[in-house]
């Protein structure tokens, strides 16, 4: 065993038994590989990786591969999901040297400095197809170290000042009402119109794109924006992207169809998109938003929640198959004669026709792009305009559509319990802070949106985990535990995806606690990552491991850290009435050039400066907690799709956390006769209080409606 057998990162601890001397990323390692004399081979990747699982068995786990690095280097492993800030600073450098990135991601540094002399993705053991191999790598960097050292400290200087060239980022002019149109315009023309989703392939959810397009839309009336996010989110639920027997979306496609999937599942994932379906929904209406959000959040609470609460971060792409060898997608294919022994052979032949397989297999393999006699399950007829997923299959097979649900159901059903007696992929079993924050925030938005209180339950008792497992006695956050030990310094994330978590959790269940929480996090934040010209850097000023510290603006899977926070401190200013809040979130919008470069890149920040533009509302609903008329009136205020609004309860009498405390402005605002009142208001301007529901809900409707900007 290796050094990592000492770490506490699944992905870590996978590569505990390679011969390869692996250290974990530390000052020791880098003190080592000065007193050898020798650079760093630095390996980052992550547990569901499947490109991460190849090389490991092509290179690390071969004894002669193992023996040439441990001659040639000090080598490091990094799991990118325990430290994000330094994948970020090596990435930066592969797509500033290859003009792409991915993982595994494979760095060669200098022992003194840290800086990349080298820099690739994943490397096969021998060199072939013009791409070299880790031995060939390992001799040659071997003999330029020993002959030439200054050398590579000249290339690896010059490689690290484009990386720290890259990070200062001058602000600009105030994002604004051009930029919004200019980003819903740059989304247009990357949308696919066939296959909804933007770009070719390979194709990611990005739901933050979703949620730019129906936020825009609500200050536009722009009736194509809502159906490119509809077209979307209806593409992946369709599609083998998501995983059609038991719920949940893998990471991303391989083809612009949506068909082929890279299977590891990861909890950001599914998270946003539950999030953006459960908004799509509350826009528009359509019962197959809410079973995608249902089905997505259905499958966390089955597979990634742990015992204690919190949710568990990912599924690996590969498992074991048939034949014991391990597979890509082996969990979650079916061979033509397998569909026939669980299912005989007419509803085996009813499958084909409505998910696509077919007797050669579907999924093609990524190397020689042949079928393999493997299916994913997709829907052949994903009409994207249809609210019922299933009309036009049953059209075109010529049956009854109740018909044939029920009976896609039973055989769902089946194949799930087949399914069951399979090698399940491995679960990564660490618990994040910034990856449960935005399960937080799904959980709580579906919640309110659907009526599910499991799903309020879900959202409070992971939020209640990460505040007793997750916080050190001073009160910062903690970035990852795992069987029982928390760790980590927390970085931005995990500030600013917890914030919204406890934002949405608020919203939901109105416990002043939470909103205290979140202040208390957004303050600290704002004080340990905070950009003297505005946004936030991805680590604290006291990080001393880095190379450069990064500011991280772009929203890419997921969106990034900076642009949650920005929104979060609108949200929490128009909450509590705190123009400090709102002034740094204002300074975040004072956006560099590139984000008027390249917009759709930026669309989270984008539906930050969407909030500040406005109009928003702010609501207070005056009444006791748990009576009838409250309910009605939080029910007929909920019915409106107002996403730039924010609702405040005013309960009567104090808590242990009074709501006029954090909310002054709150305090003047109560019950009208002792019934249930609603305060609605426009940029701090508010109508008169009523005490009917369809009042109040006319009201907000209203002010949502009655000032938008037409579009050009």
């Known amino acids: 065993m290796n ?28 003190a080592e590989a000065r007193r050898r004399d020798v650079p760093v081979f630095l390996s980052i990747g992550y547990a569901t990786c499947h490109w991460c699982h190849v090389m490991e068995h092509e290179s690390f786990e071969d004894p002669v591969t193992a023996r040439l690095l441990n001659e040639a280097f000090v080598p490091i492993k990094v799991d990118r ?8 600073v090596y990435m930066s450098a592969v797509i500033a040297a290859t003009g792409h990135g991915g993982w595994p991601l494979t760095a060669l540094l200098t022992p003194d400095t840290r800086e990349p002399f080298w820099v690739g993705t994943y490397l096969p053991r021998e060199s072939r197809g013009g791409r070299i191999g880790v031995r060939d790598l390992a001799t040659s960097v071997s003999q330029h170290w020993r002959h030439n050292a200054e050398g590579v400290r000249r290339s690896a200087a010059e490689l690290a000042g484009v990386v720290r060239k890259m990070a200062v980022l001058e602000p600009g002019d105030a994002l604004g009402e051009r930029d919004l ?35 825009r839309a609500s200050q536009t009336g722009d009736g194509r924006l809502v159906a490119m996010a509809v077209a979307t989110l209806r593409a992946i639920r369709r599609g083998g992207i998501f995983d059609q027997v038991g719920g949940g979306l893998h990471r991303y496609s391989t083809d612009r169809m949506w068909v082929l999937p890279h299977f590891e599942k990861m909890l950001y994932d599914q998270a946003t998109y539950a999030l953006a379906c ?19 959040l259905d499958y966390v609470l089955r597979d990634l929640r742990s015992d204690r609460g919190g949710f568990f971060s990912a599924e690996d792409a590969d498992s074991l198959d048939a034949s014991g060898h391990r597979e890509e997608g082996a969990f979650y294919t079916w061979t033509t004669a397998e569909l026939e022994d669980v299912l005989g052979p007419d509803d085996a032949r009813l499958a084909a026709d409505v998910w696509g397989t077919d007797p050669d297999g ?64 491995l679960l990564d079993d ?80 109105f416990d002043e606690a939470h909103l205290a929480v979140a202040l208390d996090l957004h303050d600290r934040m704002l004080e340990r990552f905070g950009a003297p010209d505005g946004g936030t850097f991805r680590a604290p000023a006291d990080a001393p491991d880095l190379l450069v510290r990064q500011r991280a603006l772009d929203d890419g899977a997921i969106p990034a850290g900076n642009s949650v926070a920005t929104l979060n401190g609108l949200r929490l200013a128009r909450l509590t009435g705190r123009a400090d809040l709102e002034d740094a979130a204002r300074r975040a919008l004072d956006a560099p050039d590139v984000v008027r470069e390249h917009p759709s890149g930026f669309a989270h920040l984008l539906t930050a400066a969407a909030f500040a533009e406005g109009p928003a509302q702010e609501v207070v609903i005056a009444g006791d907690r748990d009576a009838p008329d409250t309910a009605a009136m939080l029910a007929a205020v909920r019915s409106v799709y107002a996403p730039f609004a924010v609702v405040v309860l005013r309960t009567p009498g104090d808590g242990p956390a009074p709501i006029t405390d954090l909310v002054p402005f709150a305090a003047e605002q109560t019950a009208v006769d002792g019934r249930a009142t609603a305060y609605v208001c426009q940029n701090h301007a508010c109508q008169a209080p009523t005490t009917d529901p369809d009042v109040a809900r006319r009201t907000l409707a209203e002010a949502v409606d009655g000032d938008r900007v037409r579009p050009g």
Request: proline share 6%; hydrophobic share 45%; aromatic share 10%.
């Open 278 to 296: 459960a908004e799509a929904y509350h826009a528009v209406g359509a019962p197959d938003l809410r079973e995608a959000a249902q089905a997505t």
């Open 81 to 88: 999901e325990e430290r994000p800030d330094v994948d970020g």
């Open 430 to 509: 660490k618990v994040l802070t910034d990856w449960n924050g935005l399960a937080v925030a799904a959980f709580a938005v579906a919640a309110r949106t659907f009526g599910r209180d499991d799903y309020a339950r879900a959202a409070r008792e992971a939020a209640d985990f990460l505040l007793a497992e997750m916080r050190t006695d001073d009160g910062d956050l903690l970035h990852r535990w795992r069987g029982g030990e928390a760790g980590l310094a927390g970085l931005v994330d995990d500030y600013a995806f917890f914030v919204w978590g406890l934002v949405e959790l608020y919203q939901t269940s």
């Open 3 to 30: 050094r990592l057998a000492d770490t506490h990162s699944p992905y870590l601890l996978g590569h505990a038994d390679n011969p390869v001397d692996w250290w974990p990323w530390s000052d020791q390692a880098f």
């Open 362 to 425: 579907n999924f093609l393999d990524e190397a020689t792009r042949q079928p393999t006699g493997a299916n994913v399950l997709h829907l052949l007829d994903p009409a994207l305009a249809q609210s019922d997923p299933l009309a036009a299959t049953a059209a075109r097979l010529g049956l009854d559509v109740g018909d044939l649900r029920t009976r896609l159901d039973g055989i769902r059903a089946r194949l799930f319990d087949a399914r069951a007696r399979r090698p399940r992929p």
């Open 181 to 215: 149109a200019a980003t819903a315009d740059a989304l247009g023309r990357r949308f696919d119109s066939e296959h909804g989703g933007f770009g070719t392939a390979p194709k990611f959810p990005t739901p933050h794109h979703a949620l730019f397009l129906l936020r």
